[in-house]
């Protein structure tokens, strides 16, 4: 690879790879070292194609979805394992309620099979299409539709206080927003 493209390839590194690292974190179900590893997997394959990739970003996304999809079919008989409870954090008076409630929803997306934590993810936290994440996940768009009502009903009976008073489809769970969600 030539020299600018390597050095294109880093700066989107260093640029995007906090925000990559935050969905493979929701794809992995809150194993950090599974979602590093993602990142890495997804990253090596992006850089031995770099030259004729278009929109980086995206590509680096499609190929963490598919991998981690893939990381699904391939270990759908094994047990998951569960992540201990996140300890206290020293964080802004006030903010504790919204603290313990970002808390409860990572525990609760814990609870959530794999399928149906895969489609709140891509469907809600991405704001992917459900065409697009029932072509991802390799099942029709009606099944999406299921699984992500099912899967909102299992979080809001988990964690009470995210039910915003109403089911609203473009409403994340809990009432937050994609940018609230990533901070």
Known sequence: ????????????????????????????????HAAEDLLQIALMKAYGRWARIEQPEAYVRQIMYRQQVNRWRLRRHHAEVTVPVLPESGGEEGAGADLELRV???????????????????????????AEVAALLGCPVGTVRSTAHRSLAKLRALVPDLDPGGP???????GYTAKEMQT
């Open 1 to 32: 690879m030539e020299a600018s493209r390597q050095d294109e390839y880093r700066e989107f590194v260093a640029m995007r790879s906090t925000a990559l690292l935050r969905l493979a974190v929701l794809l992995t179900g809150g194993d950090r």
């Open 104 to 130: 409860a929803l990572w525990a609760a997306l814990g609870r959530l099979s794999k399928r149906q934590r895969a489609v709140v993810v891509l469907r809600y936290f991405e704001d992917l299409p459900e």
């Open 168 to 174: 609203g489809e473009q409403q994340l769970p809990l």
